[in-house]
């Protein structure tokens, strides 16, 4: 019987299967090529196969294979050493894309502009803004500085170091800036914190005409509106959206959940979830939390049974969950909740679930059980978990247990000054100002410590109002006299409905009238009068506080909610009040 005889299988053919292997990322029948170009010797002969087995390996993340392989090649080009640069970039050890960076160099090649978006990459997962800046420096001696790709990574580099200045430099730099360069900017804005100028970004985006928004675009702009309780742009960028063909994007209808619920408006946010094709896990998340910023701990909870029951959830889930267990005094769903994470769904607690359960804790004032959770965490307590227990030791007035949790404090650093302030508060609250008096002095002995100003702002037909803490801080504003009548009548129509006086938040040695004439003069409560006297009757109120809201301060706006027959919303640094007819969200538990 005769044997056909075999057909050698040409170069272009592997190169072909490679192809579509690196497609698919099919690692196993790239390895049995590889297997077999070895045999036959040509592995390192023919670059071009050398190159898609490279770029096989780094793909499919089998990066030793990959760099076994690439040292092994005499003489790489250019375009190979940027597919290994990249995989390291894509999944580390970044420092390794950097040492390949350098390699590069040391052996004369000069980088490309895929080059530096692949080092840069690796720069800002280390933070490492000195590296990024010598490869910007690079950058500009290759000319690369005004390419919209190596720009795009520049900006994400400084960004990600907290360098925003930096990166608008090079974004202005840019004459023919493309969608990415413009989402790179506003990205950089929106995760510095720095809101406003992201939101003014977008309106010259958007001025221009000629680019359209992508779904990075409203995604970042949503966030940044969300952010900064922008209800006016929100809804904007909401309506737009929908114009421009983004009705049906559960990505940027999630980002308007998140912010429709950031904004006071859970009710709304509520529908959008319900209207989404595909509720995906950070939907969930999205809602949840929404739920739980608002103290509507029972609607969290109803809703995590349901999504429970369709999709896992994940460590993020938790927070929200635990976060509306504590906004809700839900002591024992919270130690369920909090089990059931550990020994249900493996989910290792992090952080900010201890951060929760201590705050749930001492608010139940459970002290020592709060205590022993500290005690007994996987993680090093924070100044979040410390704080947490010292302001629950304010609460129930523990002296004691308070001043350990403020030696800790201390013992972090300047990071944790509002624990100075706490710490007064409690010393106060006892009577001993012989304690003000040392935590006082202890402010002013270490410059770094500040304490911070009270502020709050509303906005009124587009235009934020902000307001400080204090009789004289606001003369300046052009109502100043109206809002100052205002919060006269105010305090004539709520000692009318039973108000007296909290003067505990006040902490220095003077005379409860006086005390009571200071907490009148808080900035929510400036802000809650200019609101009233600028807003049609009835209307809601949305007012943004940088502090927590005082204990005065809320029963004198649940009063007001009462008899001005208004919905306000106050959302303060830790959660949402939300004041109706008399009576406040959080079930006066916050």
């Avoid at 760099?67 to 190979?80: Q, W």
């Avoid at 005690?375 to 302001?391: F, H, Q, R």
Wanted: one cysteine or more; proline letters at 3%; a positive charge.
């Amino acid at each position: 019987m005769l044997r056909r005889p075999k057909i050698p299988i040409l170069p272009h053919q592997y190169a072909s299967v490679l192809k579509s292997c690196i497609s698919q990322k099919s690692i196993e029948p790239g390895k049995q090529i590889h297997a077999r170009l070895c045999l036959n010797g040509v592995v390192l002969s023919n670059v071009n196969l050398a190159t898609q087995l490279v770029n096989l390996y780094t793909v499919c993340k089998f990066l030793r294979h990959a760099h076994h392989l690439f040292d092994r090649i005499p003489s790489p080009n250019i375009f190979l050493w940027n597919i290994l640069i990249r995989g390291y970039a894509w999944n580390g050890p970044h420092e390794a894309a950097i040492s390949l960076y350098r390699q590069l160099l040391d052996r004369q090649l000069v980088p490309d502009k895929f080059t530096f978006p692949f080092a840069l990459k690796a720069c800002s997962a280390l933070s490492e803004i000195g590296v990024g800046r010598e490869i910007h420096e690079r950058v500009r001696k290759t000319g690369w500085e005004t390419d919209v790709f190596v720009g795009a990574a520049l900006i994400d580099t400084y960004a990600k170091c907290g360098c925003v200045s930096e990166s608008r430099q090079v974004f202005d730099k840019i004459a023919d800036k493309d969608v990415v360069l413009w989402n790179s900017m506003l990205a950089a804005y929106s995760q510095n914190g720095h809101p406003e100028e992201c939101l003014k970004l977008c309106s010259e985006m958007a001025s221009r005409g000629y680019l359209k928004p992508t779904e990075a675009t409203l995604v970042t702009a949503i966030s940044a509106s969300a952010d900064s309780s922008a209800v006016i742009q929100g809804r904007e960028l909401h309506g737009y959206s929908w114009r421009i063909g983004f009705k049906f994007n559960d990505k940027v209808n999630t980002g308007l959940i998140d912010m429709y619920a950031k904004s006071g408006n859970v009710e709304a946010a509520r529908v959008l979830f319900e209207g989404l094709s595909e509720k995906r896990l950070v939907s969930w998340n999205a809602m949840i939390t929404g739920y739980a910023m608002h103290g509507h701990a029972h609607e969290a909870l109803h809703l995590f049974d349901k999504m429970s029951e369709r999709i896992q959830p994940d460590e993020i889930t938790f927070v929200g969950v635990l976060s509306a267990c504590n906004h809700g005094g839900l002591i024992d769903e919270g130690r369920k909740h909090f089990d059931s994470m550990i020994n249900n769904y493996g989910i290792k607690p992090n952080i900010q679930h201890y951060t929760c359960m201590v705050d749930l804790l001492g608010h139940s004032n459970r002290l020592d059980e709060a205590y022993s959770l500290v005690t007994k965490m996987n993680v090093a307590p924070d100044c979040g978990v410390w704080g947490a227990l010292l302001n629950s030791c304010k609460i129930h007035k523990n002296v004691e247990m308070g001043e350990f949790a403020f030696e800790r404090l201390i013992e972090m650093g300047r990071e944790c000054s509002g624990s100075y302030v706490i710490m007064s508060n409690i010393y106060a609250q006892a009577g001993k100002w012989e304690g003000v008096a040392k935590v006082r002095k202890l402010m002013r002995e270490t410059k770094s410590i500040k304490k911070s100003v009270g502020c709050s702002w509303v906005e009124v037909r587009g235009k934020v109002h902000a307001f400080m803490c204090g009789r004289n801080s606001n003369t300046s504003h052009p109502m100043w006299d109206e809002i100052s009548a205002e919060l006269n009548e105010l305090a004539r129509l709520i000692a009318g409905a039973g108000y007296v006086a909290n003067v505990s938040p006040v902490f220095y040695d003077v005379e409860s009238d006086e005390k009571a004439e200071m907490v009148r003069w808080h900035s929510e409560r400036v802000a809650v009068a200019f609101g009233l006297i600028s807003t049609p009757a009835g209307s809601k109120l949305l007012i943004t506080k940088n502090l927590r809201i005082c204990e005065d301060c809320h029963v004198a706006v649940k009063i007001l909610s009462r008899v001005k027959e208004r919905e306000i919303v106050v959302r303060d640094v830790n959660r949402y009040h939300r004041f109706v007819g008399g009576v406040c969200s959080c079930g006066d538990f916050w």
